[in-house]
């Protein structure tokens, strides 16, 4: 009995590193694709930027891993979110979506930033930077309206 708790706290960290190395793959990943600020038409817009800082830690390849993603249990959580949000949308792979693609995921994006269930709360608590005004809103609907005319 006097074993177990060191044998706890063995398997706890061996656990801990072994799972904190999920997230190496994904910044092994990211760094493979371009940086979503040279992906057009984000690039060239004032509505690509706003994108680029409110959205880009978890819709690109080019995500800053804060210092408490890297303290599991909430890197785990945190790393759930960025790839599934990358699964949705990826500016990295933008020029890779199809036109269909990329009509889709422009009106999506104004769909989910214009109700304000983009960037999620739990997300702009920690990154202020990340949270839109009226006029940055109406400014990417504009910026996604356009693109969408522009992709037909």
């Not at 190496?24 to 060239?44: G, I, K, N, T, W």
């Not at 960025?82 to 792979?93: D, K, Q």
Request: one cysteine or more; charged letters at 25%.
């Amino acid at each position: 009995m006097k074993m177990l708790p060191s044998i706890i706290i063995s398997v706890t960290l061996v656990l801990a590193v072994g799972l904190s190395r999920s997230r190496e793959r994904v910044d092994q990943a990211s760094a493979m694709v371009h940086d979503l600020r040279d992906a057009e038409p984000l690039s060239e817009s004032e509505a690509g930027k706003v994108l680029a800082q409110a959205c880009g830690n978890c819709h690109s390849n080019q995500t800053e891993w804060p210092w408490y993603s890297h303290v599991a249990p909430l890197s785990w959580w945190i790393q759930s979110h960025v790839r599934e949000g990358r699964e949705e949308l990826n500016f990295s792979r933008w020029t890779s979506y199809s036109a269909r693609q990329r009509r889709a995921r422009l009106d999506s994006i104004c769909g989910v930033i214009s109700t304000g269930r983009m960037p999620p709360l739990s997300y702009t608590m920690l990154h202020p930077e990340a949270r839109l005004t009226a006029m940055e809103k109406k400014s990417v609907c504009v910026w996604a309206a356009m693109e969408i005319e522009h992709e037909k």
